[in-house]
């Protein structure tokens, strides 16, 4: 008889999206000559650059030619695009081998592919709040889950406890609700961790092209010691608009041996057996991105956002609001005024201003009384939100 797989059981059901998705519905039934502003969604808004726009259309026509048409392609991802990571990461100073870019279809699902390389028995340390992915694909896979607390005495930056035993640690900076981003001494501190208890960081840096401090790490590389603790995950959906075009890349060091066994090489193994390439248009589009007109396009679309993101922030300042993220972050992590709990401040908001965020419980104990608003919509509609909620004076 087929045995499930029960840790399946385990996975808290998340309520987050679909509430708030029934609680804005029933608001604009009771409600339907008021406008509402959505800044709780985490995709972007605005187009493909023109760039990624031409690179489409130039691939789809070489698909319809004998010669330029391309079936299966290297799991890994195209020489091409391989090169391009690589030579944004050389910009950096990462030097990286082009074995050890691989192409994925967006972070999320190598976040969870990875984990095909780690024995269940080991501990899995994520910080608390959370973008929720770490934790369930570990609780699918029946691994233990402890978490570092983040919160406002910490600025949301949980540092290693020496006393915690932890094999697998997830760092996502500049960090998906918080916003708030780790500095070089601060993310050194987590590499001296796991180089001496022998384990892995999975340092997701999804964000990392909204970083504007030039002090401010982009990638775990340019921190000493990295190479031998550590797997980047990252993507395009936020820095190129690829949401729904759906391109990233991880990198893999060679340096990751643990158990005698190269990660590199299981990696490889891994995506050959399981895996069969990004489409060759959508890596043709990728590509596009980090020539220097994709990279001088995607960086005013970028800087569309900063501005909606300066202009919540300075709304806050002007308030007086505890806040961490929108400075190099689209995400803006603030304190629900009066001591409210998030979803009482959600509903506050909603029927106050108009306005939709997204309560910061939904992403773990310490989010609550805390609220996550994007920088990711319309600009008038974001300076608009802003005016309503000063004019709220919650
Ligand atoms: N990592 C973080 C922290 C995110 O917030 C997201 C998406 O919101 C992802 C990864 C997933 O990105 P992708 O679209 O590349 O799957």
Redesign the pocket.
Known sequence: MIHVNTHYRDIAESYLFSTVAKKVAAFTAAHPDRSVIRMGI?DVTRPLCPAVIEALHAAVDDMATAAGFHGYGPEQGYDFLREAVRGYYGERGVSLAPDEIFISD????D?GNLLDLFDQNNTVLVPDPV?P?YVDTNVMAGRRVIYADANESNGFLPLPDPGVKADIIYI?SPN?PTGAVYNKAQLKCWVDYAVDNGAILLF?A??ESFITDPDLPHSIYEIEGARRCAIEVC?L?KTAGF?GTRC?YTIVPCDLVFDGMCLNKMWTRRQTTKFNGVPYIVQRAAAAVFTPEGQRQVRETLAYYRRNAAVMTAAFDEMGVWYTGGKSSPYVWFRCPGGMDSWAFFDRLLETAGVVGTPGAGFGRNGEGFFRLTAFGDADKTAEAMERIRKAAF
Do not use: E, Q
Request: glycine share 18%.
């Open positions: 985490g967006g972070a999320k699902s976040l973008y992915v996502c998906n997701d999804a964000y993507s959906s949401t990233g």
